[in-house]
C-alpha cells in the first residue's frame, strides 16, 4: 500500500480512530527503533573482588584440589557404610563418576 493511499484511508476515519492511528504508529515507532547502544562498564579487576583470598589463612586450603578430594572420599566412605549397614538396596542418588 502506498503513502498517499494510506494517509487518504486515514483521513476518511473519524477524528477518535485518527487519533488511534497516531498512537498506533508512535507505539510502533518505539518499538522498533534501536535504542543507543548502553555504554560498557568496565568490570572491575579480580583481585578487588571481596571473595578473593577469603581463604588465604586456612591451612587446609593450601591444596584445595586435595581437600576436595579427601573431603569426597570421606563422603563417600561414610554414606557406602551407611548403605552397607542398613542392607538397603537401594541405590544412593549421589554417583562416584
Do not use: H
Request: proline share 8%; glycine share 4%.
Amino acid at each position: 500500500m502506498d503513502t498517499p493511499a494510506v494517509l487518504n484511508d486515514m483521513n476518511s476515519l473519524p477524528p477518535a480512530a485518527q487519533k488511534q492511528v497516531v498512537d498506533f504508529i508512535a507505539f510502533l515507532k518505539a518499538r522498533y527503533t534501536k535504542a543507543a547502544p548502553a555504554a560498557k562498564a568496565t568490570p572491575p579487576a579480580l583481585a578487588e573482588e571481596p571473595f578473593v583470598g577469603m581463604w588465604r589463612d586456612r591451612e587446609d586450603m593450601t591444596d584445595s584440589s586435595g581437600w576436595v578430594r579427601e573431603l569426597r572420599t570421606r563422603e563417600w566412605e561414610r554414606r557406602s557404610i551407611c548403605c552397607a549397614d542398613t542392607g538397603s538396596a537401594t541405590v544412593s542418588r549421589y554417583r562416584m563418576p
